[in-house]
C-alpha cells in the first residue's frame, strides 16, 4: 500500500478554475470507483468534498467536481472563491479493506 | 448531527504504548450501518489511514501498522478506542477519528464525520 501522488501545490485567481490529480494504480485509483476528496483548513479536520470519484455531499457547492481517467483521479474546483484556499487530500480503496491517501495539494487563491 | 471526540494521554514515552477513545454522538455505533476509523497527520504532513471497526467488532489495519494497532470498540459506552504498541518519534502526529459510509454492498467508502483531532507527542 502505497500513497497516492498529488501535486505539492497549486494556484489560481479567483473565479478560476484549478484542477488537482490524484494518481495511483490500477490496484488502487484504477481498480476501484471509491475515491474520495477531502478539504482541510489550517488546524482544522479535513472535510469531505467529493466521494465514490464523482459526488458531491450535500452542503457541498457544485463548485466542486470529481473525476477519473485510468490510474488518475481529479478534483476540479470551478468559480475560485477565497475561502477554497486550502490542502486537498484524495482517498482510495486500496484492496483489502485498506485504504491509501494522496500526500496533499496546497491550493493558493492568489 | 453526529460528532465525533478523541481523547487520551497528549504525551506519550517511546516504547510504550498510544491509547485514544472515541467518543461518538448524535448517533448510535451498534446501529450497524457504519465503520470508524482512526486516521493520522503527523505535523506538516499527509493522511495516513490506521485502522477501522465494524460494530461487531471486525477490524481491518494498515498493513504498515497491523503489528502494533488493535482498534476495539464498546457498543454500551457508545466509543471505539486505538491502541499503537512500541511507539517512537514518528509516531507522533494529531490522531483523528471518523466515521466511514459507503454506497453499496462492497462497504468500503469515504470518511464523512471527523472528530476535531488529538496531538499525540511521543517524547521521553
Known amino acids: 500500500q502505497s500513497a497516492l501522488t498529488q501535486p505539492r501545490s497549486v494556484s489560481g485567481s479567483p473565479g478560476q478554475s484549478v484542477t488537482i490529480s490524484c494518481t495511483g494504480t490500477?490496484?488502487?485509483?484504477?481498480?476501484?470507483?471509491?475515491v474520495s476528496w477531502y478539504q482541510q483548513h489550517p488546524n482544522k479536520a479535513p472535510k469531505l468534498v467529493i466521494y465514490d470519484v464523482s459526488k458531491r455531499p450535500s452542503g457541498v457547492p457544485d463548485r466542486f467536481s470529481g473525476s477519473r481517467s485510468g490510474n488518475t483521479a481529479s478534483l476540479t474546483i470551478s468559480g475560485l472563491q477565497a475561502e477554497d484556499e486550502a490542502d486537498y487530500y484524495c482517498?482510495?480503496?486500496?484492496?483489502?479493506?485498506?485504504?491509501?491517501f494522496g500526500g496533499g495539494t496546497k491550493l493558493t487563491v492568489l | 448531527q453526529v460528532q465525533l471526540q478523541e481523547s487520551g494521554p497528549g504525551l506519550v514515552k517511546p516504547s510504550q504504548t498510544l491509547s485514544l477513545t472515541c467518543s461518538v454522538s448524535g448517533g448510535s455505533i451498534s446501529s450497524g450501518r457504519y465503520y470508524w476509523s482512526w486516521i493520522r497527520q503527523p505535523a506538516g504532513k499527509g493522511l495516513e489511514w490506521i485502522g477501522r471497526?465494524?460494530?461487531?467488532?471486525?477490524?481491518n489495519y494498515n498493513p504498515s501498522l497491523k503489528s502494533r494497532v488493535t482498534i476495539s470498540v464498546d457498543t454500551s459506552k457508545n466509543q471505539f478506542s486505538l491502541k499503537l504498541s512500541s511507539v517512537t518519534a514518528a509516531d507522533t502526529a494529531v490522531y483523528y477519528c471518523?466515521?466511514?459510509?459507503?454506497?453499496?454492498?462492497?462497504?468500503?467508502?469515504?470518511?464523512?464525520?471527523w472528530g476535531q483531532g488529538a496531538l499525540v507527542t511521543v517524547s521521553s
Open positions: 471497526i465494524y460494530s461487531s467488532g471486525s477490524t
Open positions: 490500477s490496484s488502487d485509483v484504477g481498480g476501484y470507483s471509491y
Open positions: 471518523a466515521r466511514e459510509d459507503y454506497s453499496d454492498y462492497v462497504e468500503v467508502g469515504y470518511f464523512d464525520y
Open positions: 482517498c482510495s480503496y486500496a484492496g483489502g479493506y485498506t485504504f491509501a
